[in-house]
């Protein structure tokens, strides 16, 4: 392959695009990369509109101590991390359910230890983790056709579990998946246990101190060809190369190159015309991989009042805002931010309200477990993803069916045209494996290069 073939067109500035577009722009390419956006990092958007020089993250938040990838780049990059414990759970968490609420390890409040019921529940995630033994290939597995056309909650509901425990997983499945339970596929369950699930052993957390943007910030600086406000219409492909058309204002421009790498969320590649029409099965991949719906509430307020309360920002809950935790966790400050993070239904339903009338909702809900509480609230801030015009979704969420139907062909390009993101990697709806998704594909492009 001579200098002039080595060119490629990267669709999306976020950490998938961004990781792939540097990855070979270091190896000596010739990478354009465009961004509909004003700004990079996708799905990573670090807000800043509180005081005292607190940011809380809009989007993408949480670091695992296994995520290398994540890691590596904060080293190179010279940022700092701050701890955040585990994103499955802590001492302290509280729960309100059916009008009571408080720590959840309290016998009183609940006439049983509602952490141990919980416990029991992800021991059975554990046994279920069994029947995934490569959670890179599950359409693989022994029984992937029989458990993808199962539902999380046909397994939720089969267990002998207390019905506290059970509406705390219903919570947690709407807070990681962003789904219903009965959205989300077995198969992709037991894929995610053989990752996560497999002891009740919980990893350490991380963010960025200054924001998990300053990671897609870095990558974009040391890039010569980033082109923002720039949604790509469409990509008609040959067996030369690939012409890939974008609009800025009125008017269109297009790049040729001999590959291009699609990092967006497939949501918005249902809006990009093809040309000649995608395989088959790739346009089944893009038109048929569910999604979840998530919004975020962020509440800075001028004193940290859950620390006298003996709680530790964590909550889950079956009223509307699902899940709340620190999002200042990390940083010593008289102020704190809480979050409130709903997932599935009940997101979509406060993502459907205006940004005012969702944060009301929000405020109401922790005031009526904290009084008092809002009269101590100095700024807020919202995100609801499924409102964002270049995502339309917060991130893949397997429904059942979608994992033996799509799974392999995530991984395959579709001629010169190569598929990134969150949802394109075993590692879904984590910053890390946007990264390992780009990283994979700018490895596979420069060994098919010679």
């Given at each position: 392959?001579?200098?002039k073939?080595?060119?490629?067109?990267?669709i999306?500035?976020?950490?998938?695009?961004?990781s792939?577009?540097?990855?070979?722009?270091?190896?000596?390419?010739?990478?354009?990369?465009?961004?509909a956006?004003d700004?990079?990092?996708g799905?990573?958007?670090?807000?800043r509109?509180?005081?005292n020089?607190?940011?809380?993250?809009?989007?993408?938040?949480?670091?695992?101590?296994?995520?290398?990838?994540?890691?590596?780049?904060?080293?190179?990059?010279?940022?700092?991390?701050?701890?955040?414990?585990?994103?499955?759970?802590?001492?302290k968490?509280w729960?309100?359910?059916?009008?009571?609420s408080?720590?959840?390890?309290?016998?009183?409040?609940?006439?049983?230890?509602?952490?141990?019921?919980?416990?029991?529940?992800?021991?059975?995630?554990?046994?279920?983790?069994?029947?995934?033994?490569?959670?890179n290939?599950?359409?693989?597995?022994?029984?992937?056709?029989?458990?993808?056309?199962?539902?999380?909650?046909?397994w939720?509901?089969?267990?002998?579990?207390?019905?506290?425990?059970?509406?705390?997983?219903?919570?947690?499945?709407?807070?990681?998946?962003?789904?219903?339970?009965?959205?989300?596929?077995?198969?992709?369950?037991?894929?995610?246990?053989?990752?996560?699930y497999?002891?009740?052993?919980?990893?350490?957390?991380?963010?960025?101190?200054?924001?998990n943007?300053?990671?897609?910030?870095?990558?974009?600086?040391?890039?010569?060809d980033?082109?923002?406000?720039?949604?790509?219409?469409?990509?008609?492909?040959?067996?030369?190369?690939?012409?890939?058309?974008?609009?800025?204002?009125?008017?269109?421009?297009?790049?040729?190159?001999?590959f291009a790498?699609?990092?967006?969320?497939?949501?918005?590649?249902?809006?990009?015309?093809?040309?000649?029409?995608?395989?088959?099965?790739?346009?089944?991949?893009?038109?048929?991989?569910?999604?979840?719906?998530?919004?975020?509430?962020?509440?800075?307020?001028?004193?940290?009042?859950?620390?006298?309360?003996?709680?530790?920002?964590?909550?889950?809950?079956?009223?509307?805002?699902?899940?709340?935790?620190?999002?200042?966790?990390?940083?010593e400050?008289?102020?704190?931010?809480?979050?409130?993070?709903?997932?599935g239904?009940?997101?979509?339903?406060?993502?459907?309200?205006?940004?005012?009338e969702?944060?009301?909702l929000?405020?109401?809900?922790?005031?009526?477990?904290?009084?008092?509480?809002?009269?101590?609230?100095e700024?807020?801030?919202?995100?609801?993803?499924?409102?964002?015009?270049?995502?339309?979704?917060?991130?893949?969420?397997?429904?059942p069916?979608?994992?033996t139907?799509?799974?392999?062909?995530?991984?395959?390009?579709?001629?010169?045209?190569?598929?990134?993101?969150?949802?394109?990697?075993?590692?879904?709806?984590?910053?890390?494996?946007?990264?390992?998704?780009?990283?994979?594909v700018?490895?596979?492009?420069?060994?098919?290069?010679?």
């Amino acid at each position: 392959m001579t200098t002039k073939d080595r060119t490629v067109t990267v669709i999306g500035a976020g950490l998938a695009g961004l990781s792939a577009a540097y990855d070979l722009h270091r190896a000596g390419w010739d990478v354009t990369v465009l961004e509909a956006r004003d700004r990079v990092g996708g799905r990573v958007h670090s807000l800043r509109n509180f005081s005292n020089g607190l940011v809380a993250e809009g989007g993408g938040e949480f670091i695992d101590e296994s995520h290398t990838r994540m890691l590596a780049f904060a080293r190179q990059f010279n940022l700092k991390l701050g701890k955040v414990g585990s994103w499955q759970g802590q001492d302290k968490d509280w729960a309100s359910f059916d009008g009571k609420s408080g720590p959840m390890s309290d016998v009183d409040i609940w006439g049983i230890n509602l952490h141990e019921e919980v416990d029991k529940i992800w021991l059975a995630l554990a046994e279920l983790a069994k029947y995934v033994p490569d959670p890179n290939q599950p359409q693989l597995a022994r029984d992937a056709e029989r458990l993808d056309r199962q539902s999380t909650a046909d397994w939720l509901n089969s267990l002998d579990a207390h019905p506290l425990a059970k509406k705390d997983f219903i919570q947690h499945i709407r807070s990681e998946y962003t789904c219903e339970p009965e959205r989300h596929s077995l198969l992709d369950l037991a894929r995610n246990s053989a990752m996560y699930y497999t002891t009740l052993e919980r990893n350490m957390n991380y963010r960025v101190l200054g924001g998990n943007d300053l990671i897609p910030s870095r990558l974009a600086e040391r890039l010569p060809d980033v082109r923002l406000n720039s949604p790509v219409t469409s990509i008609q492909s040959s067996p030369e190369g690939i012409a890939v058309t974008y609009q800025q204002d009125d008017s269109y421009f297009t790049v040729h190159s001999t590959f291009a790498i699609l990092a967006i969320p497939l949501t918005i590649a249902r809006s990009i015309e093809f040309t000649p029409a995608l395989p088959a099965a790739h346009q089944k991949m893009v038109n048929g991989i569910s999604y979840g719906a998530v919004t975020k509430v962020l509440i800075e307020y001028r004193q940290r009042f859950w620390d006298q309360r003996g709680w530790n920002g964590r909550l889950t809950s079956d009223s509307p805002i699902v899940l709340t935790w620190h999002a200042t966790s990390h940083v010593e400050n008289e102020h704190g931010i809480i979050t409130v993070y709903t997932g599935g239904e009940p997101g979509a339903k406060l993502a459907a309200l205006h940004d005012e009338e969702r944060t009301y909702l929000a405020i109401a809900e922790i005031e009526t477990l904290f009084p008092g509480s809002s009269d101590l609230i100095e700024n807020t801030a919202t995100m609801a993803w499924t409102n964002e015009p270049y995502t339309r979704a917060s991130y893949a969420a397997l429904a059942p069916g979608e994992v033996t139907a799509h799974w392999k062909t995530l991984f395959e390009p579709a001629g010169r045209l190569f598929f990134a993101g969150e949802q394109a990697t075993p590692i879904q709806g984590f910053m890390e494996g946007a990264v390992e998704s780009g990283q994979r594909v700018a490895a596979t492009i420069l060994a098919g290069s010679g």
